[in-house]
């Protein structure tokens, strides 16, 4: 190989190189600027405190279907939490002794069980009130443009039994996948 070809070898090898090194930059900041921490255990085992989880890309508050981890606010100003989507607007829901939770999606006849943690601790099992929150009562109808949230460890999550429904409108983001720890 002449002399020139050489260099051109290298000079083609040496930009596909920093092309790459680019793309991996931008990735990196990418995730650290997009990625949403995990505080707390209220999501255990799913995500754990400490992780940081990416967006779907693309995906708003429409977007949100039973069984999507959000994150999202109960109120305005409240803080961001990380949930999970257990009914949206227009199914009935309802939380029996054990505890067990049910979900009779809008349109179907038939009760859905909603596997949950074992471990419930002290928090409220008894659902749901006309707001959402825990109460005595057997079911609940989830009124339009709302969410009914619970914690992955429902005994330590603080969720749609303590705040009531959930405002679609307030879903910041749809959780896509878990980008850090690299291990887990």
């Known amino acids: 190989m002449s002399r020139r070809m050489r260099v051109r070898v290298w000079r083609v090898v ?4 920093g092309v790459l090194a680019a793309l991996v930059v931008v990735a990196v ?20 405190d400490g992780d940081r989880l990416l967006p779907a890309p693309f995906l708003g508050p429409d977007d949100v279907e039973r069984g999507d981890v959000v994150e999202t606010r109960f109120t305005a100003n409240g803080p961001l939490v990380i949930k999970r989507v257990i009914a949206t607007e227009g ?6 002794p054990g505890p067990v939770v049910r979900v009779l999606p809008a349109g179907e006849t038939e009760w859905r069980v909603v596997p949950t943690a074992a471990d419930w601790g002290a928090k409220p099992v008894a659902c749901c009130g006309p ?11 989830v009124p339009n443009g709302k969410l009914f949230l619970l914690g992955d460890n ?5 969720d749609s039994r303590t705040w009531g429904w959930a405002d679609r409108d ?4 749809v959780v896509w996948t878990r980008v850090w720890p690299l291990a887990r």
């Not at 040496?14 to 190189?17: D, E, F, H, K, L």
């Not at 900041?29 to 754990?48: E, F």
């Not at 707001?131 to 109808?141: I, K, N, P, Q, R």
């Not at 307030?170 to 983001?173: D, F, K, N, S």
């Open 14 to 17: 040496g930009v596909a190189a």
């Open 91 to 96: 199914d009935r829901v309802r939380i029996d």
């Open 29 to 48: 900041v990418a995730v650290a600027v997009l990625a949403v921490p995990v505080s707390g255990g209220s999501m255990a085992p799913t995500y754990l």
């Open 131 to 141: 707001d959402g929150m825990a109460t005595t009562a057997a079911e609940a109808l």
């Open 170 to 173: 307030l879903v910041r983001a």
């Open 154 to 158: 429902p005994g330590g999550s603080d």
